[in-house]
């Protein structure tokens, strides 16, 4: 649609995740039409991330050391661990203040449609955690969707032989949602997580 190199920058905008034609060519607009823009910044950025950045060798989230701070953290409680799809859902978790122990992030989701299993996923390196016998829980904080249910379900049945605790976490409907707007996975989860009014 636009010559040359602005539409290169759109279409590259335009490959990240969310990041749709309409919004990555308001975003290129924006880095042309605003002076105060600090693109070499931008740029300084992004290639420092690329090179500090990398994955804790313990749990799998995001760091710039070999292991990260909730790791690092001699205060978590290392009896517990939350398996999480991806690192993302490790900063939801510790926005809640609730959550006290330690993580271990898969790296994705069991998805055979997308040639995704088990073997694709850091379970390995979960197993291996889990064998000292520090552990007395694994939490299940997977996605609840189809891929993340099988993921669970997958974990729930190799666990289920050691002697671990292992739970879900609890799923149902949003404050202020709408029953006609659940879909039947949540409407289902709320009806087997009800409890006493």
Do not use: W
Request: hydrophobic residues 40%; negative net charge.
């Amino acid at each position: 649609m636009y010559d040359g190199i602005v539409q290169d920058l759109i279409d590259e905008l335009g490959r990240l995740p969310g990041v749709g034609p309409k919004s990555a060519q308001r975003i290129a607009f924006h880095i042309l039409q605003t002076p105060s823009f600090d693109v070499s910044r931008l740029a300084a950025l992004l290639s420092e991330v690329r090179e500090r950045v990398r994955f804790c060798e313990r749990c799998g989230n995001v760091s710039e050391a070999e292991l990260c701070a909730v790791c690092r953290d001699p205060k978590r409680d290392q009896s517990l661990i939350c398996v999480v799809e991806d690192a993302k859902d490790v900063a939801a978790i510790e926005r809640t203040r609730e959550f006290k122990g330690l993580y271990h992030v898969l790296g994705g989701a069991i998805s055979p449609i997308a040639g995704i299993g088990p073997d694709e996923l850091r379970i390995r390196q979960l197993m291996t955690r889990l064998s000292d016998g520090t552990v007395q829980e694994v939490i299940l904080a997977t996605n609840p969707n189809l891929e993340g249910e099988a993921t669970a379900a997958y974990l729930s049945r190799l666990l289920g032989s050691m002697e671990i605790s292992i739970t879900r976490l609890a799923s149902g409907l949003p404050v202020g949602g709408d029953l006609e707007y659940a879909d039947e996975i949540t409407l289902g989860r709320a009806f087997e997580g009800r409890r006493r009014a």
